[in-house]
Each structure stands twice: as C-alpha cells, then as structure tokens.
C-alpha cells in the first residue's frame, strides 16, 4: 500500500476533525439549528418517519413502497425500516447532517419508482463513501402516508407536508440527496 496514501488520510481526517469542532462551536450554528423546530415538532410528532439508513443500504426494498404497507411490514417482520421519532429528532439535532433528504421527480403519476431505478441508485450512493454518514432517510413515499390515506393519517400528511421544504433547507441537520434523470 501507499504510505503517502493512507497519511493523507489520516491528515484529512484531522482536518476534518478540527473543521468540525470549529464549525459546531461557531455562534451562527445555534441560530442556524434554531431553523429546524418547525421540522422537529413535525418528526417528534410522528407526522414524518425517517427510514433506517442502514436497511436501505443492505437492498432489502426493491420497491418504494408506501409508509402503510412499510409500517405493516416492520410491525410483522420486526424489522427495524424506521427511526423512532425520539432517534430521528435526537440526529436533526446533532449537526452532523447524517440524514438524507431525497429530492427527485416521480416516474408516473401513480408511483414515484415503478421499476425500482430510484431505490437501486439510491443503495449505491449510500454505499458510496461520500454516503457513508447517512443515518436516516427521508423519502417522500415512504415517510408521509400515502393515498388512500385515513383521516387520521391525512391530516399527519398535511402537518409533514408543510414543512416538507424544511428538510431541503436544513444547514445542519439534513443533506440533499439529487437524483437527476432525464
């Protein structure tokens, strides 16, 4: 292997490290954290689910399926697809930006990924080093109920929805995560 290699990531990782308890001490990151509240009383509230980064990036959904059907199947299965509110609140609040915010244009009217293609490139950005410190993701389909929704569920999708724009303008709790197609 290259030594010069590997000591420049460890430099890089001390840079990192140093940048980071700079950045987290700066004055402007309590007023720019105070942004998030709106977003925060929303997901404490359970209006918004985050769904486990992990499960995502080990490919065990080959389709985006809906909040129900996803909620059903954790209840069953046990598996562990979303975030408690509590978790997800306690990683908008550290500002290390660890969760993943989906942005992309539905496929159909009907379904956002009918042919899995948005799930499959999003397994491999979360694979890819640069995704690595994504913890929870939201994605639209899958953290707000869908339709047929019961009145219940549709008024948590309408509180979700208004602060939809919040998770896109996070300084420090969220990442964008684009997908472009053409």
């Known amino acids: 292997s290259c030594r010069c290699g590997a000591g420049s990531r460890n430099a890089m990782g001390a840079a990192a490290s140093t940048k980071q308890a700079s950045t987290t001490q700066h004055a402007a990151i309590t007023l720019l954290k105070k942004l998030d509240e709106k977003l925060i009383t929303k997901v404490a509230a359970g209006h ?59 496929s159909s009217p009907d379904h956002p990924d009918p042919d899995g293609h948005y799930m499959r490139a999003m397994v491999r950005a979360l694979k890819h080093p640069l995704g690595a410190h994504i913890k929870a993701i939201f994605w639209d389909q899958m953290s707000l109920h869908q339709w047929p929704r019961t009145p219940a569920q549709d008024a948590g999708f309408k509180e979700g929805l208004g602060v939809m724009a919040y998770l896109y303008a996070s300084a420090t709790g969220t990442t964008v995560l684009r997908h472009k197609a053409l």
Not at 70 to 86: N, S, V, W
């Open 48 to 106: 918004i689910l985050f769904l486990v980064g992990d499960f995502v990036r080990s490919g065990k959904l080959k389709l985006s399926d809906t909040r129900q059907e996803l909620e059903k199947r954790q209840a069953r299965t046990g598996e562990k697809i979303f975030l408690a509110p509590e978790e997800a609140v306690a990683l908008l609040r550290d500002g290390n930006r660890e969760v993943g915010a989906l942005t992309y244009g539905w």
